[in-house]
């Protein structure tokens, strides 16, 4: 190839897909095994990028800052890369914030799996955070159903209210279409239990989104659908 030839290829290449911004690429439009998205509704606008096969990089902005902080958690324990800025009707309430960030991410795992053949599917993990002990179980089973019981007994955590973490994992259930039980198991930090949690999810999904490359071709279901 002509040195001419290897300049203009390599140019492609920075100027490509890959290269655009989130917001220049359609919602759910996946590259390999990332996917952008950008949800917006009258509460809400979220935008950014996933990567499941990353390595934990995250750039997040939700105006909560503890959810950040759980963001940046389920990215560096995921393996994953998350690009996420989200603005929302905060003066009303945090709801529509939270719940539209787990339907967003949801859709991006969803999108950024493709055909979900060779994946192991289901995952597992259990967290232990000091005192506190988290489980998490994941099946991308096309069936959404999600089952929290996070033992919190206050109003917040950090600024974020506590209620809404319930409405977090829903919201990714619904969107990904999969089945999402987190639980503590004991503990003492309220803190500490919404952390583990987030935590125990993020290396439950990674187990779940992995590839098997004994099964690289099937699709992990009897019923050949998922």
Known sequence: MRRGSTKAAKGAARTGPAARSPKGTRRGRAQGRSAAFDRRTTETQIAGRL?????????????????????????RHGGFDLTLKATGDLDVDQHHTVEDVGIALGEAVLAALGSRRGINRAGYF????????????????????????????????GDLQAELVHDFFDGFASAARANVHVTVLYGRSSHHHVEAVFKAFARALRVACARDRRLARMLPSTKGLL
């Open 51 to 75: 990567s499941l096969d990353g390595r934990g990089r995250y750039d997040v902005s939700t105006g909560i800052r503890f959810l950040d902080h759980m963001l940046e958690l389920f990215a």
């Open 126 to 157: 259990v967290m232990p955070m000091d005192e506190t002990l988290a489980v998490a179980a994941i099946d991308l089973s096309g069936r959404p159903h999600a089952a929290v019981d996070l033992r919190l007994r206050v109003r917040r955590v």
